[in-house]
């Protein structure tokens, strides 16, 4: 707490961006290696904050508070509690692998992995900002770098696909703004987290604004907000885009960290600030994870391309958190003020949204490296791998079956818990999205077979094994999977507090008598 | 009017009889003549002003530095051989009137001003006081200011050394 | 004398003769002389107004770093003035305008 | 004994680490890592029976329960339950898989994924251990889960055989149906009880905390995944296609254990159905018994039709749970394990022999498998033929053997059930249906297998008998099918009284309002139902055997000539019902295809004309907008108009700008002076 480790955290890879411009152009290697001492340190740092964290403790930790623009009550604010400390772990670590993962970058790489920095500053800025306008500050400081690692770095349709996600995240943003401004200027003139939490609810829930509940229309602006980074179904279109065209690393990180950021964002802001617009929201909130469990995994089934399918999959186990999320009405008294449900569900949420992050960005990386030797991600266009390629079919069935939640790995633990948190109130939607399990299954085995069972694809006699880089970059995601599958109470032990605190929030909402 | 009247006066006319000379004078050397007697009697006025070393450095830099500086660049931008060494003056006209109502508004400014007044007793020599307050006060602008002169220096030579082209 | 407007009216007068000389003259050196000429005017009142107002040495201060300012806005503008002279052959500041069109 | 738990879980699961990470490098690939591993398991089953036997106490039990995560007020525990059903399941599971490692020993010799594929089998026995041992329903959809993907692995194993890798994809999603409908049940118990431990949910099921429809739907829904797991109808289809796998696979996964831990689940739950539920499961159980039989007479390969046997079996124990003879159920489920690993592992070493006999001919193109290739191979392996007759015998219920007396135990339940509920009556028929098949085809496989001549006389002559590795479990598992190893310390070959049935007592059921028969009712029912039950069951074996002898050995008919003649029923059978093909055309084909359609409407629809429509209304508003309106109105005539008046006045003040600064000085002063007029006025 004495020396500010959380600005560290955040500060750490401008630093190490901006040492990256003053390198000389043609020193590629020097530039990687800043960038890989900048990820190593902000991650030990992670670690270090995750050993000093006080799980006991409900609130924010490690704060650090600064006045930034006083004449308008704008702070630099920023905190950890046991909701952030999962993501910014996740956001560190997985900065760290990707640094690795784009070893190969021989495209301008200073101004590759300067952006790439940058990004990695917007994105812990986001998870540790308790101050409103600097967390907008951060999401779209983050996006701008995402930018241009897609359009100029991408795939063949790398400009439309960036300027496309760029567009439609703005889109975003720009509702988030106004969001901001109506709290800002009906809840005290301030951006400070912790009071607009204090004060949002009430605060807007009396106003009317055009005939509509003013807490009804700001939930709707950070709902849209948020869902567009989630993606929750119609906002989806942009992911599999995107992840399509971007390079590997920033697949990995798009769709292990940026997606966390919209479940994150509602986590943070919407739910505490507007705990009637979540109880309100709740229903709406379950079939749209319904529709994208079920929506996505449909999807991914249809797909040939190796990476679109994953992407998919993301959209589908995306789902999953959104579900979770819903089941926090559970805790009303309609319900019979079922606290297990909601805190399973909650957790379930926060815990899916960290396994996925590792889950996913494994199934990322794995298909960076086969593209890198097939340069294609044709599914039908492999075939018994398996024999050809034994390492690496391996960490691929380890992903695939962490993938579709198997017990034992990381993915099934959560996905349960979601399930099992909404399952007393949303009984017909859990039922039907339990069909996503079969379907995830599915893809994920009927892509395995294609690619690596059966008889071997002669084009790919000659196939080198997945080299021993590529593999550090897996196994600690690997090993994450497999420990948190058998043993997840570390990770659930920090976070619970918190949720529990969040789940008490909402139950004293005013809008849950109604409930 | 006592002695010191009379020599106070006596300075004041000096410094603006020269100052008038050094503007309107048509030989650049001669305005740089009285330039320095304008500058002594500045000198002068600082000490009736009880700045000794103020009046001190006047001296040294000015009429010792500066107005030094000031000859050379007439030596080295004008021809010797060139005896008149005459410089012409423009827009007399106007300038004059523009200065003239400038000097007005100042004059009813300074008339009209309530100066902040406070009466003390003149310290047997200022220069102790201008130490402490340079070594402790204002330590940072004058190291700032030695950084000053020293990128001057570099600057002027930089400027006036010929072009290798 | 003890009187602050006199000594303000010497500095006044001062500043408006540099003035004049900035104006009216064509010479480069000139004009720095009537630059000269307004620094001291300053000066004046600086050391002026520490006299009067509690003999507070600050005033003397400034006074020294306006000198120092002198001497160094001296040594470029002569600078300057030798190089416009190089490249011009002339040191009017009239002859040299490139700031029409 | 609670301290022997931990080791059946550890020492596999050490073994498979070992074998998946270091195998290729061990001294002969690592076999004996998992050997040892699965050897001392066997040693600790062996003492826990041997203590069980010692205790001989019904009731005994133990439990530890342990907290696995919490969540605040949500406190999730797991733990292990060991009871006598337990012993006797561990002891089942590590001896065949002991046996199955041992023979696969030989069996998979020049393999080159040898390692690999014991590593598979310890994480078999690993996950098939935690089923057993756990106390709570999480835990056990955990390792349920597990023992499919070992499955699925095993089966896969030969993956370069297209047909392998389908099936092993096959077996694992129509597991996963089932898990589906297991984990709706999970999700039910716990959201009325918050507990996933038995003892919890059996407590709170009998203070009454579901409904009773809703708990018939609970348990039904668990139900689901035993109809998975066990390959009930109509779940049924995975299980033949999993022969695909190695055959010591088949018998340790597809016949002996795994497929049992459906019967094991619906035998623990037991006491959560209802007397609806219960009904449902015994016709599950009882159309699948008769289901799987009548396929199983008319199939070729010789393992598909031990899996029709298999399936045909589990629908036996499934059934007797459901007629609330579920002791009777486990009884079979142990009994079969043995005989029915036993027939597997003969046809193993059948297969193996034919495998090399045609490979030694060079003939790559005959199926091994198929029995229309065998023939006469009586003379050539002896020990193969004998412990495989053995097992046939017990399969098909004659007396002296196992079968005889676990088999005739279920189909006593069934006539009982039947007897108070008339209206129930083809719940027998199924059975006594089915016991009259089994023993027909059992013996049909014999004689084609055995008996006769060979199609091609040269594959015989180089018919040997497998190694000793081979044929040491044979022999071991064939002795297992002999009744006298369950019913010391009674010797009485018509009566299943003996240790097992001393120790495996029925519990009531927790049903509350008291609507289900108990325990004490179910057993006294049996009882009377026993003698006219196995008096039937005799006459139904015998008749079989007969039919098989009179078609197969004597060849007094032609089975040619009658499939002809039964052309409707023998197309039925020998197509599966058409199961999987009305699959593929009503479920799997359909399902693609809406994903196909659905991926194309997200894609090239949706996104391309919605969400980009966006784009394009922005772009066309933005066109009228940035030209129209912009350029052609504001910009040219408004702005430009500025501009231009601009310009004009710039024109007239031109004069000012002399490029003097002492001219532009005097302005500035200039402006000072105003602004001191300004000032003083």
Redo the contacts between chains.
């Keep these: 707490m004495d020396w500010n480790i959380l600005s560290w955290l955040v500060w750490l890879p401008v630093i190490g961006a901006g040492l990256i411009v003053l390198v000389p152009r043609d020193k590629g290697d020097t530039m990687k290696w800043i960038a890989a001492a900048a990820t190593a340190f902000q991650l030990i740092f992670a670690v270090l904050l995750w050993s000093q964290f006080d799980s006991s403790h409900v609130g924010f930790q490690f704060q650090e508070k600064m006045s930034w623009i006083a004449s308008f009550n704008i702070q630099y604010y920023l905190g950890v509690d046991g909701l952030s400390l999962p993501m910014v772990l996740l956001t560190a670590l997985l900065s760290f692998l990707c640094v690795f993962v784009s070893w190969k970058i021989d495209k301008a790489p200073k101004g590759y992995f300067a952006l790439f920095l940058l990004l990695d500053a917007g994105m812990m800025g986001v998870f540790l900002s308790l101050d409103f306008f600097l967390f907008y500050v951060f999401w779209e400081v983050m996006l701008l770098p995402m930018y241009f690692l897609i359009g100029m770095w991408g795939g063949p349709q790398r400009e439309y696909a960036a300027i496309k996600f760029f567009l439609y995240t703005l889109a975003g943003s720009v509702l988030m703004l106004v969001a901001i401004l109506a709290l800002y200027f009906t809840c005290g003139h301030t951006f400070d987290m912790t009071v607009l939490m204090a004060q949002a609810n009430d605060g807007l829930g009396s106003m009317t604004w055009w005939g509509f509940n003013a807490l009804k229309v700001v939930w709707i602006m950070l709902f849209i907000a948020f869902a567009i980074k989630v993606p929750v179904f119609p906002f989806h279109t942009w992911l599999p885009l995107a992840h399509v065209e971007a390079p590997t690393a920033v697949s990995v990180i798009l769709a292990g960290v940026l997606l966390k950021m919209g479940t994150y964002g509602m986590l943070r802001i919407s739910y505490p600030m507007l705990p009637d617009g979540a109880i309100w929201f709740a229903g709406a909130l379950a079939l749209l994870a319904l529709i994208n469990i079920i929506w996505g995994a449909l999807c991914a089934l249809a797909q040939t391309d190796l990476k679109k399918m994953v992407a998919y999959s993301s959209v589908s186990h995306m789902g999953y958190v959104l579900l979770g999320m819903a089941a926090v009405v559970a805790a009303g008294a309609k319900n019979g003020g079922n606290v297990l449900a909601a805190e399973a569900g909650m957790n379930g949420a926060v815990l899916q949204m960290f396994n996925h992050g590792t889950i996913t960005a494994m199934l990322f990386i794995l298909v960076g490296v086969i593209y890198d030797r097939a340069h294609h991600r044709n599914i039908d266009g492999f075939g018994g791998l398996g024999a050809r390629m034994p390492i690496y079919t391996g960490v691929v069935a380890l992903a695939f079956f962490a993938g579709l939640g198997l017990p034992g790995l990381s993915g099934f633990i959560s996905e349960a818990m979601c399930f099992i948190g909404a399952f007393p109130v949303f009984k017909t939607i859990v039922i039907i999205s339990t069909l996503g399990i079969l379907l995830n299954a599915a893809y994920f085995l009927w892509a395995f077979q294609r690619m690596f069972l059966g008889k071997l694809n002669e084009k790919y006699v000659d196939l080198p094994e997945i080299n021993k880089r590529e593999l550090f970059t897996l196994i600690p995601l690997a090993v994450l999977v497999i420990l948190l599958g058998i043993y997840p109470a570390p990770v659930l032990d920090v976070m619970k507090v918190t949720m529990g605190h969040l789940i008490q929030i909402i139950q004293q909402s005013s809008l849950l008598a109604a409930f | 009017m006592s002695l010191s009247?009379l020599t106070?006066?006596f300075v004041?006319a000096l410094?603006?009889g020269s100052?008038?000379y050094?503007?309107t004078s048509q030989k650049?050397v001669y305005?740089?003549m009285a330039?320095f007697f304008?500058?002594l009697g500045?000198a002068g006025?600082?000490v009736?002003?009880?700045?000794d070393?103020?009046a001190g450095?006047?001296i040294v830099?000015?009429v010792g530095?500066?107005l030094v500086?000031?000859v050379?660049?007439?030596m080295?931008?004008?021809r010797i051989s060139d005896v008149r060494l005459s410089?012409?003056?423009?827009?007399?006209g106007?300038?004059?009137v523009?200065?003239?109502?400038?000097?007005a508004?100042?004059?009813?400014m300074?008339?009209s001003a309530p100066?902040?007044?406070?009466?003390?007793?003149?310290?047997e020599s200022?220069v102790k006081?201008?130490g402490k307050?340079?070594m402790i006060?204002?330590l940072l602008?004058f190291e700032v200011?030695s950084v000053?002169?020293l990128?001057?220096?570099v600057?002027?030579?930089?400027?006036?050394r010929?072009s290798k082209s | 004398m003890n009187d602050l407007n006199i000594y303000l009216t010497v500095g006044a007068i001062l500043f408006s003769l540099g003035l004049y000389g900035v104006i009216t003259r064509r010479n480069g050196v000139a004009v720095l002389m009537g630059v000269e000429l307004i620094l001291n005017s300053a000066n004046v009142n600086f050391v002026a107004f520490a006299r009067f107002g509690g003999m507070n040495l600050s005033g003397h201060i400034f006074a020294m770093f306006v000198i120092i300012l002198a001497a160094a806005e001296a040594a470029v503008a002569l600078a300057i003035i030798i190089n416009l002279y190089n490249k011009f052959g002339t040191v009017n500041v009239d002859d040299a305008r490139s700031l029409k069109q | 004994m609670m301290t022997f738990a931990p080791y059946f879980l550890i020492l596999p699961l050490a073994a498979f680490a070992i074998q998946i990470f270091f195998g290729k490098r061990l001294p002969r690939k690592g076999d004996w890592v998992s050997i040892t591993a699965v050897g001392t398991t066997l040693c600790l089953a062996i003492a826990m029976f041997v203590m069980m036997l010692f205790l001989y106490e019904p009731g005994a039990k133990a439990e530890q329960s342990f907290e696995w995560f919490n969540l605040g007020e949500l406190s999730v525990k797991i733990g292990v339950l060991i009871d006598n059903v337990t012993v006797i399941m561990l002891l089942v599971v590590a001896l065949v898989s002991g046996l199955v490692h041992l023979y696969s020993v030989g069996y998979m010799k020049d393999d080159p994924r040898y390692s690999r594929y014991f590593g598979y089998l310890s994480l078999f026995t690993f996950s098939m251990n935690g089923i057993i041992l756990s106390n709570n329903l999480l835990s056990i959809y955990m390792f349920w889960e597990l023992v499919g993907l070992s499955s699925y692995l095993l089966i896969g194993f030969w993956f370069e055989k297209d047909s392998a890798a389908n099936a092993s994809k096959k077996a694992f999603l129509v597991n996963r149906v089932g898990d589906i409908g297991m984990f709706i049940g999970i999700m039910l118990f716990f959201t009325a009880t918050g507990s996933f431990l038995f003892s919890d949910i059996f407590a709170g099921v009998a203070a009454g905390a579901l409904p009773l429809p809703l708990l018939t739907v609970a348990g039904l829904c668990l139900f689901a995944g035993a109809i998975g797991k066990s390959a009930q109808v109509p779940l049924h289809v995975w299980l033949p296609d999993a022969m695909e796998g190695p055959t010591p696979v088949s018998a340790l996964i597809h016949a002996a254990t795994m497929v049992a831990a459906g019967v094991y689940l619906t035998f623990r739950m037991f006491p959560l159905f209802t007397p609806e539920a219960l009904t449902v499961i015994a016709y599950v159980g009882g159309v699948t018994a008769i289901f799987a039989a009548i396929i199983a007479v008319t199939q070729n390969d010789i393992k598909r039709v031990l899996a029709y046997s298999t399936v045909s079996q589990l629908g036996y124990m499934v059934m007797a749970i459901g007629t609330g003879a579920y002791v009777a159920g486990f009884f079979h489920l142990t009994t079969h394990a043995a005989f029915k690993a036993a027939l597997f592992l003969c046809s193993g070493s059948v297969i193996h022999a034919m495998h090399h006999a045609y490979h030694k001919l060079g003939d790559h193109d005959s199926d091994p498998q198929d029995m229309r290739n065998m023939g006469g191979m009586k003379s050539k392996m002896k020990i193969t033929f004998l412990t495989m007759f053995m097992a046939t015998l017990a399969l098909s219920g004659v007396p002296f053997m196992s079968g005889f007396l676990s088999k005739d135990a279920i189909l006593a339940g069934t006539l009982s059930f039947a007897t108070h509920h008339p209206e129930h009556f083809l719940l027998p028929l199924f059975g006594f249906g089915a016991a009259l098949l089994t023993a027909f085809y059992m013996f049909r496989l014999i004689f084609m297998t055995f008996y006769g001549k060979p199609a091609k006389q040269e594959v015989l002559d180089n018919i040997h008998e497998s190694p000793a590795t081979m044929t040491t479990p044979l022999i071991v598992l064939a002795t297992l099918s002999i009744f006298i190893v369950y019913t010391l310390p009674y010797i009485n070959p018509f009566s299943d009284h003996g240790w097992f049935t001393d120790l495996i007592v029925a519990t009531n059921s927790v049903v509350p309002q008291h609507v289900n028969p108990s325990a004490h009712e179910i057993a006294e029912g049996i009882h009377h139902a026993h003698l006219p039950a196995m008096i039937i069951s005799l006459i139904v074996a015998f008749t079989g055997i007969a039919l098989a002898v009179v078609i197969y050995l004597k060849k007094k008919f032609s089975a040619e000539k009658l499939a002809k003649n039964l052309a409707l029923p023998y197309k039925l059978s020998f197509n599966k019902f058409f199961v999987d093909e009305i699959y593929d055309r009503f479920l799997i084909n359909p399902t693609i295809k809406l994903a196909k359609a659905v991926g194309f409407f997200d894609w090239e629809i949706y996104d391309k004309y919605f969400i980009n429509g966006f784009g394009r209304i922005t772009e066309r508003l933005s066109r009228f907008i940035g030209i129209t309106m912009d350029y052609d109105v504001l910009d040219q005539q408004i702005v430009d108009g500025v501009g231009k008046s601009t310009r004009f006045f710039g024109g007239a003040l031109k004069f000012i700008q002399t490029g003097k600064i002492q001219n532009y000085l005097v302005w500035v002063l200039g402006g000072i002076i105003i602004i001191f007029i300004i000032q003083a006025m």
Excluded: C
């Design positions: 009247d106070f006066f004041v410094t603006i100052a008038l050094v503007v650049l305005s740089a330039l304008t500058l500045i006025l600082f009736f002003l009880m700045a070393f103020i450095t006047q830099i000015y530095g500066i500086l000031i050379f660049g007439i080295l931008t004008n410089h012409t003056s423009m827009q007399r106007v300038g004059g523009v200065v003239l109502l400038i000097f508004g100042l004059y009813k300074i008339s100066w902040y007044l406070e009466s003390a007793s003149a310290p200022s006081g201008i307050l340079l006060e204002y602008p200011a000053l002169l990128a001057a220096l600057g002027a030579a930089m400027l006036s010929k």
